[in-house]
């Protein structure tokens, strides 16, 4: 069951709340409960949210406090990113480890997407899978490490602060606001770039250059002023 509320404006007053019930979970079921991650649209949540969800049982009730951080970043020789905008790191390390799942299980869970393959069908494959999933994810068997995923260039950071508090029935009860309406943004920017490298050249020049003159010429004078005198006498 899920209850919304439309949000116009952020603040601790104006939430998203949502109330949550599971009627087909399955008692000898040991991951009991509700999974959130808060991220960014363009990312897949499918390892992230094994890895960072904050875990809500039914019985409870969780205020999720989000604050956000925007990353822009310049691509490198030595730091390279990816400046598309439709571009995610997190797809690609998602789709790296779903291909890696298969390779291991051969066969695809229902969220694995993106690549070709024949489904889980029967008990034993869906169990197979998910001992593999904790294999591979949380007994080392896998780590980002192995994907060729570049970091893209403009990155939003959403890092929440939780609240848990008993809620007394059987549902489970889930408030998420802004805290306010700023946020932190992070920018590089080159500091020293081409234009100001050639302005100074151009002003170390003409410094060397003006003096180069100056001194030919105060030369010519101190020459001039001893032949006078020489002459003189």
Known sequence: MLQD????TSGIFNNMYLRLKDTEQEAYNDDR????????????????????GTTLEEGWGKDVRVAVREFKT????????IRNTSYSSSQCISQCFIQALYNHTSCLMPYM????????????????SLIGEQKLLFHGGWTHNQCVCLKQCNEDIYSVFTEAAMAFNTS????????????DEVSEEIAYDAIA?????????????????????????VLWMKLLR???A
């Open 5 to 8: 509320k439309p949000v116009g």
């Open 33 to 52: 409960g509700f999974k959130i991650l808060i991220h960014d649209p363009r990312d897949d949540p499918v390892i992230d949210l094994r890895t960072h």
């Open 74 to 81: 310049i691509p490198t020789q030595r730091w390279p990113c």
């Open 113 to 128: 997407h993106g690549i070709s393959g024949k489904p889980c069908t029967t008990p034993d494959q869906y169990k197979n």
């Open 172 to 183: 489970a009860k889930l408030r998420v606001f802004f805290q306010d309406l700023t946020y």
């Open 197 to 221: 490298l050639l302005c100074d050249i151009g002003g170390t020049l003409g410094l060397l250059l003006g003096a180069s003159v100056l001194t030919f010429i105060e030369f010519l004078e």
């Open 230 to 232: 020489r002459w003189r």
